[in-house]
């Protein structure tokens, strides 16, 4: 009988020089890494969830402003983890570079994998002066109706969606609905974001199938309706960009949502816009732009930066979508009777319920 004791197998000890080379192994594979992680690309290195910083131009009241949102957080909530940032410069544009500063700092905090910047402003206030160039996150900016040349973009790590009204497009579609539509004049608060519209209206407007009356920037409300009434008569439809948060000479501020009403009474003819909300508020009809286009397509821009894609292979874009709107309140009251043509695929909105 074999007597108690411990039955475990020993496994003998390897020998020094075994022991040496696996030693060696491993040292060179930690070498490995860290060479990978020294030479990947940022955007390799992290692994969903992204935190993504996004800066936007205005308030998170402005209608234009939550569309872009909206396009952002479609693409992004599931994956990352997002932080907003809001210059407020729609209402407060002396106060956007402070604001900008702030941005700044949280981006510090945040350290965010990948960066949104939102209309112009917040390239001119926050991408320029503190991420181009200067920083390896990737920047996708949207919005923008400037030039890329105005920014100096594109940059080593800044690509995006450039914003382009739908001028052309919203006159064509107002003249189905009012063939005698023959002379405009343009109306849009002055602003950085207007004096961009505006240059897009200098490029394009002898391509527009329209005489262009006149471009009105006014600084205030009142001096706004003193202009379209001394108009009215030498045109036939007003085209209406943004009045937001314009002031009269009481220093109340206004949205568009009550400027519209205000604009169509004091002109008395159609007007076009190329936006949603306005349309809702009172003109006639629009081919509008969207900024769940732009944000969402930002959005999946930068998903593909950050996912390892060099930021200069992610090539500028720009708005491409165009959906036809109408007001079918104000073509009641204007007596208007349009063809089935110019109703095909149209949203309608202003429905009496």
Known sequence: MKPIGNNR????????????????????????????????????????????????????QYAWSREIKEGIDGVLSESCVLEYVWLNTKVDLAGGPAKARRAWEVYGEFQPHGVIAADDNAQSMFVVPYLKGKVKTPVMFCGVNGELKDFGYPAQNVSGILERAHIRNSISFAQMLVPSIR???????????????????????????????????????????????????????????????????????????????????????????NNLAHVEAGTLCA?????????????EMLLTAMEGTPVPRIG????????RIINLRVIKEMGIKPGSDALKGVQIVGIER
Not at 37 to 56: D, E, I, N, Q, R
Request: aromatic content about 8%; glycine content about 4%.
């Open 9 to 60: 197998t020993e496994t003998p000890s390897p020998a020094r020089g075994s022991t040496m080379r696996q030693f060696g192994i491993h040292r060179i594979a930690a070498l490995c890494c860290l060479w990978a992680c020294l030479l990947l690309p940022a955007g390799l290195l992290a692994s969903p969830p992204f935190k993504v910083m996004v800066v936007m131009s205005y308030d998170d």
């Open 183 to 273: 002379r405009v004049i343009y109306l849009s608060r002055k602003s950085p974001s207007a004096a961009a519209v505006f240059r897009q209206y200098q490029r394009e407007h002898h391509t527009y199938p329209v005489e262009s009356v006149a471009f009105i920037m006014p600084r205030t409300l009142d001096e706004a309706l003193e202009r379209i009434r001394e108009l009215r008569e030498e045109s036939d439809a007003l085209f209406y960009e943004t009045m937001e948060s314009i002031r009269d000479g009481n220093n109340r501020r206004y949205s568009d949502t009550e400027v519209v009403p205000l604009v169509a009474e004091a002109f008395g003819k159609p007007m076009i816009s």
């Open 287 to 299: 081919v509008v732009k969207t900024g769940q286009e732009q944000g969402a397509t930002a959005a």
């Open 316 to 323: 500028v874009t720009q708005n491409r979508q165009g959906k």
